[in-house]
C-alpha cells in the first residue's frame, strides 16, 4: 500500500469548515422551526414506535380499536419532534378499579391514576437532547392466564418543534467535518467539497423536516458517517504493508462447459419446481403477488408485508403472469404460479454458475472449472433453496459473489454497485459491508471509498425511489431495518453456536447471559470482533483470493455467531468458498463439510422436506455435533484468513 503525504490544512480549510457548521446550525434550525405533531397507533411498525416489555396487541370483539397491555416496567422509544413536547396518551385501565401509573420521560415523572375507561391524558414534558424521546410507564401489574398485565394504551400523539435537539446538531457537524476531510483527501477542492457537504445537509436535513424525524434515524447515519470518514482518513494517511497485485486476465467463456454445467444443474432443479411448498414462504410470495397485482405498489407492505425493493419489482412484473397461465394467487398453489415465483431465482442460480466458472478459470484448466462449478450447482442447499423451497436467497447471492469477481475491475466501482444490488434485494447483504469497505481502502484509497460510497448511495435511492414515490416509506425502512427483533430467540434452528449453548430451547435472546450482557448483545459482540479481525487483514492483504476467503469467514461468522439465525443461512457462505477452491484445492474440504451440514440443517429443522425421517434427525446427536463442526470450521476459516502468509497466495495460472 502506497503511502500518502499529509494533507496540509489550509486557511480555505478552515473558511470552507466554518461554513460547513454555520451551514448545519441554519438548516438545522430551519428544519426544526414550524411546528410538528404525529399521532401513533399502538400497532405502529417498530421503526416508527420501539417498544419493550409490552404484550402482544389486541383488539376488543365489540371494537377495532386496538391496543396493548403494559408489564409492571413498559418503555416506549418516541420519536422527538424538538423543543417542548405535548405528549397525549390514551389510556384505561382495563378492570373495573383505577389503576396508579408512574409515568417517566427524560427528567420528568408525573404519578396519576388511570380509570376504567377510555381516556386522553395530556403531558407537557422538555424533550430531551436526542432524536427520541423514551417514555417509561411503571403500575402494578395482575396475573391473568399466565400474563402479568399492568394497564391498557392504545395511542400516543406528540406535539412540538422550534428547537433543534442539541444530539442531533452535534452528530451532523461532526458527520459533516469528517465526511469534508474525506473529500479533501480525495483530491477535490476545498470550496467544491464544502458545496458538496452543504447540499447534502440541505437534502438530509430537508428530508428530515418532511418526515424523516419520525423514524429517529439522523443520529445513527452520522454517526456511521463519522467513523468510516475519520477510519478512511486515517489509514489513507498510514503505511501498512499490502502485497503488490496485478490486474487479472479472465480467458474467454468456453460456453459448450457452461451449458454443459447450466444443463446439470437444471436436470437437479426442474423435477422440484412444481413440488409442495414444503414451508409455506411460496404461499406468502403468491399472497405479496396477489396485493401487488391489485394495488401496485401501494400493496407492497399491507399486513406487515417485509420484501426489499427489487423483489417486490420481480413480484410485481410476474403477477401479471399468473392468471394467463392458468394460476392463482391463492393456497393451494398451482405448478405455473410456483414455477413463476421460482423463476428469478432459477436465472439468478444459472448466472451465479457462469461467474463460479469464470473466476476459477483463472487459475485452473476448463475442466477443472467445470467440476468445481459442477460441485456448488450439485450441492443440495443450492438446488433446495432454489428449487423446492423457492427462496429468494440465489437471487440474492448472484450480486454478492459478483461483488467478489468484479473487485479488481473499473477500481472496484462494480462492486460497490452489485453490493447495493443485493441490499435492494435483502438486508442480510449488509454482512459483506465491512469486506468491501476494507479492500477497496486498502486497494484504492479513500478516494476508491468515496466513489464506492457514492455509487451505492444513488444506486439505492434509484432503486427504493418508485416505493418512495408510492408513500411507502415506512413499509420500506421496516423491511430493510426491521430484520433485527423479527424472530427474538436465540436461534432460529440455525446449527451454530447458541444451538450448542441453548440446545434449541427457545429461550428469548434478550435474557440475560453474563452479567448486563444479552444472549443476544454476546452474540453481535463476537460477530462484530470477528468482523474487525477480518477488517485488519484485508487493510494489510487484499488479494483477490483473500477478499473472497473473507467474504466466506464472515458469512459463515453470520451464521454461527448472532442469535435469531434461520437454519438456511449456512447456504450464504458456499459460493464464496467454492471461489477459493480453484486455487486453494484444499477448501473443498471445508466445502463439502459446510455442504452436508447445510443440507441436514435443513432436513433436521423443517418438518416439510422428509416428514417423519426429520423428528429422528431432531432427536439424535447429530444438530448438536453439527453445530460443533460449524463452529471448528469457522475457527479453521478464520485462522487460515489471518495467519496463511501473503506469499504463498498464487498467482493466476493459464491452463487450457
Known amino acids: 500500500m502506497r503511502s500518502h503525504r499529509s494533507m496540509p490544512i489550509t486557511r480555505a480549510d478552515l473558511l470552507a469548515l466554518l461554513v460547513i457548521v454555520a451551514a448545519a446550525i441554519l438548516l438545522g434550525w430551519c ?32 371494537q377495532t380499536e386496538h391496543y396493548r397491555w403494559t408489564q409492571a416496567q413498559s ?43 377510555w381516556r386522553q391524558y395530556r403531558f407537557l414534558l422538555d424533550a430531551p437532547p436526542a432524536e427520541r424521546l423514551n417514555l417509561t410507564l411503571q403500575s ?91 477510519l478512511s482518513v486515517l489509514v489513507d494517511h498510514c503505511t501498512l504493508p499490502c502485497a503488490t497485485w496485478h490486474a487479472p486476465h479472465f480467458p474467454p467463456i468456453d460456453w459448450r462447459h457452461i451449458v454443459a454445467v447450466w444443463l446439470l444443474a437444471l436436470l437437479v432443479r426442474l423435477p422440484w419446481f412444481g413440488a409442495p411448498d414444503p414451508v409455506g414462504d411460496m404461499e406468502l410470495a403468491a399472497r405479496r403477488m396477489r396485493f401487488l397485482f391489485h394495488e401496485g405498489l401501494a400493496g407492497a407492505y399491507l399486513f406487515d408485508g417485509d420484501y426489499m425493493p427489487l423483489r417486490l419489482y420481480l413480484l410485481t412484473g410476474l403477477s401479471q403472469w399468473v392468471r394467463p397461465l392458468g394460476g392463482t394467487f391463492d393456497a393451494p398453489l398451482t405448478p405455473s404460479t410456483m414455477s413463476l415465483i421460482k423463476l428469478p431465482a432459477l436465472v439468478a442460480d444459472l448466472l451465479t454458475l457462469l461467474l463460479l466458472w469464470w473466476w476459477s478459470r483463472r487459475w485452473v484448466s476448463a475442466w477443472r472449472a467445470t467440476a468445481i462449478t459442477a460441485l456448488y450447482a450439485l450441492a443440495p442447499p443450492v438446488w433446495i433453496n432454489v ?150 487483514r484485508l487493510l494489510h492483504h487484499c488479494h483477490a483470493l483473500t477478499i473472497a476467503l473473507a467474504a466466506a469467514v464472515l458469512a459463515l461468522a453470520f451464521f454461527s455467531l448472532p442469535t435469531q439465525i434461520h437454519e438456511r443461512y449456512l447456504f450464504l457462505c458456499l459460493a464464496f468458498l467454492a471461489l477459493t477452491i480453484a486455487a ?52 479453521w476459516l478464520l485462522l487460515d484468513l489471518l495467519f496463511r502468509p501473503t506469499t504463498s497466495q498464487t498467482q493466476p495460472t493459464q491452463t487450457d
Open 31 to 62: 428544519a426544526y422551526l414550524a411546528p410538528r405533531s404525529t399521532v401513533l397507533d399502538i400497532v405502529a411498525p417498530p421503526v416508527l414506535l420501539p417498544l419493550k416489555a409490552w404484550h402482544a396487541p389486541e383488539t376488543a370483539s365489540e
Open 75 to 117: 418503555l416506549a422509544a418516541l420519536p422527538n419532534p424538538g423543543g417542548r413536547v405535548a405528549l397525549r396518551l390514551r389510556l384505561a385501565s382495563g378492570t373495573s378499579q383505577p389503576v396508579p401509573l408512574q409515568l417517566t420521560a427524560a427528567d420528568t415523572s408525573i404519578a396519576f391514576t388511570v380509570t376504567p375507561g
Open 140 to 230: 402494578p401489574t395482575m396475573l391473568v392466564n399466565q400474563r402479568h398485565l399492568g394497564l391498557m394504551v392504545s395511542q400516543f400523539a406528540l406535539f412540538g418543534g422550534g428547537s433543534l435537539p442539541l444530539h442531533v446538531l452535534i452528530a451532523l457537524i461532526c458527520a459533516s467535518s469528517s465526511v469534508y476531510v474525506l473529500i479533501r483527501t480525495a483530491g477535490l477542492q476545498p470550496a467544491t467539497s464544502a458545496a458538496i457537504i452543504i447540499a447534502l445537509q440541505a437534502s438530509l436535513l430537508g428530508w428530515q423536516s418532511i418526515a424523516g424525524w419520525h423514524y429517529a434515524l439522523l443520529v445513527p447515519l452520522s454517526i456511521l458517517l463519522t467513523v468510516t470518514a475519520l
Open 387 to 536: 428449487a423446492w423451497w423457492g427462496q429468494v436467497d440465489a437471487l440474492l447471492m448472484l450480486p454478492m459473489v459478483a461483488m467478489v469477481v468484479l473487485f479488481e475491475r473499473a477500481s472496484g466501482r462494480w462492486s460497490w454497485w452489485c453490493w447495493a444490488m443485493a441490499l435492494l434485494i435483502k438486508p442480510q447483504a449488509i454482512v459483506l459491508a465491512p469486506v468491501l469497505y476494507a479492500a477497496t481502502l486498502c486497494r484504492y484509497r479513500s478516494r476508491g471509498v468515496l466513489i464506492g460510497a457514492a455509487i451505492a448511495a444513488v444506486t439505492l435511492l434509484v432503486g427504493m425511489l418508485p416505493l418512495l414515490l408510492a408513500g411507502q416509506t415506512t413499509g420500506l425502512l421496516q423491511a430493510a431495518l426491521g430484520s433485527v427483533g423479527r424472530f427474538p430467540r436465540v436461534t432460529a434452528g440455525a446449527y451454530n453456536l447458541w444451538y450448542v449453548m441453548a440446545h434449541d430451547s427457545g429461550a428469548l435472546d434478550t435474557e440475560l447471559l453474563v452479567g448486563p450482557l444479552s444472549y443476544r448483545l454476546v452474540g453481535l459482540l463476537l460477530l462484530g470482533s470477528v468482523t474487525l479481525l477480518i477488517v485488519w
Open 584 to 635: 486453494r484445492p484444499l477448501m473443498v474440504l471445508p466445502f463439502v463439510l459446510l455442504t452436508a451440514s447445510a443440507t441436514l440443517n435443513i432436513l433436521g429443522t423443517l418438518d416439510g422436506f422428509i416428514g417423519p425421517q426429520q423428528d429422528a434427525i431432531a432427536a439424535s446427536a447429530l444438530p448438536w455435533l453439527l453445530a460443533s463442526l460449524n463452529l471448528l470450521l469457522l475457527l
